[in-house]
Nanobody, 126 residues
């Protein structure tokens, strides 16, 4: 099984930065495409960013492109989301997800991901 644990969330002022981490279990981390999603209170879960198994391909939501950067370190079994120029609209619970599905560079639908972390809260104050 794949286990994911997010960390790095917290409270930050608008314009600030945070780096989220997602620690993955096992030796099969490099076999999985990875993604970040977020969900604000009363809102649906939204795609944020995704990355292919080897980190060669990435995709971003238009809401975060240019501000957030997804990356992975397969040697450390860790996924990252660098979040810069944060604004109050970014406030949400952020979830790390993994999928063993192959055939595409990366995946943007939550239904494509069978493995999820517990989420980490990001709060951006104005």
């Amino acid at each position: 099984q794949v286990q994911l644990i997010e960390s790095g969330g917290g409270l930050v002022q608008a314009g600030g930065s945070l780096r989220l981490s997602c620690a993955a279990s096992g030796r099969t981390f490099s076999d999985h495409d990875m993604g970040w999603f977020r969900q604000a209170p009363g809102k649906e879960r939204l795609f944020v960013a995704a990355i292919s198994w080897n980190g060669a391909d990435t995709g971003y939501s238009d809401f975060v492109k240019g501000r957030f950067t997804i990356s992975r370190d397969n040697a450390k079994n860790t996924l990252y989301l660098q979040m810069n120029s944060l604004k109050p609209e970014d406030t949400a619970v952020y979830y790390c997800a993994a999928t063993p599905i192959i055939g595409r560079p990366y995946y943007t639908e939550s239904g494509d991901y069978p493995y999820w972390g517990q989420g980490t809260q990001v709060t951006v104050s104005s």
